[in-house]
């Protein structure tokens, strides 16, 4: 983004759109993510399940990374529990969650 503005190819608009993700949050949405930090949810639910967290680990960081955004961009808490429950009981199995299978 810095080597566009330096180069001014950053136009108004893309400012715009800048100021806006940053004021609705999603400019850091997914920063947690990158960081590959586990949610206190996901890891409340791992704590139930030994053996899932421990699968978990062992998978690829583009793997956790998709699996982190899949919680990530629930947008109902249910939702979010939802996949929550799935990734920790395919874990347990020894498996990814359907949706990366």
């Known amino acids: 983004m810095l080597d ?31 960081e590959l930090i586990i949610p206190k949810d996901l890891e409340v639910a791992f704590a139930t399940k030994s053996h899932a967290k421990a699968f978990y680990v062992s998978l690829s960081k583009s793997v956790k990374k998709a699996i982190l955004q899949w919680i990530v961009l629930a947008r109902q808490p249910q939702v979010r529990q939802k996949r929550i429950t799935e990734i920790v009981e395919s874990a347990e199995q020894n498996l990814k969650p359907k949706h990366l299978r």
């Open 4 to 34: 566009l503005i330096d180069s001014g190819l950053m136009h108004d608009a893309g400012h715009k759109s800048i100021e806006i993700a940053k004021e609705n949050g999603s400019w850091i949405l997914l920063d947690e993510v990158e």
